[in-house]
């Protein structure tokens, strides 16, 4: 079973950037596709954006999209999502997540971290 480790949440001004991390072990991280997810409080959590085994194709919220980018480095285990124009709407916990291709229901989970946008 993979671990998950997010990392690189903080504060940050609306129409600035962030980039976080999801490192991963324990598993081959390249029979995963990885996911980001976010709960902000008093509400579910929601899909953000999802990457390919390879990286070669992504798939977004329409919330997100245009302003935000997922990849992952297969050699260094790890996952990344770029924010850029954040609003103070896509203030949330997020989540980085694991799961086999042809299952939808994604099995490993990081700790979270706290993305908090400033208007």
């Known amino acids: 079973q993979v671990q998950l480790v997010d990392s690189g949440g903080g504060l940050v001004q609306a129409g600035g950037p962030l980039k976080l991390s999801c490192a991963a072990s324990?598993?081959?991280?390249?029979?995963?596709?990885m996911g980001w997810f976010r709960q902000r409080p008093g509400e579910e959590r929601e899909f953000v954006a999802a990457v390919s085994r390879s990286g070669g194709t992504a798939d977004y919220a329409d919330s997100v999209k245009g302003r935000f980018t997922i990849s992952r480095d297969n050699v260094g285990n790890t996952a990344y999502l770029q924010m850029n124009n954040l609003k103070p709407e896509d203030t949330a916990v997020y989540y980085c997540a694991a799961r086999f291709d042809g299952f939808t229901k994604y099995h490993s989970w990081g700790q979270g971290t706290q993305v908090t946008v400033s208007s």
């Open positions: 324990g598993g081959t991280f390249r029979n995963y596709i």
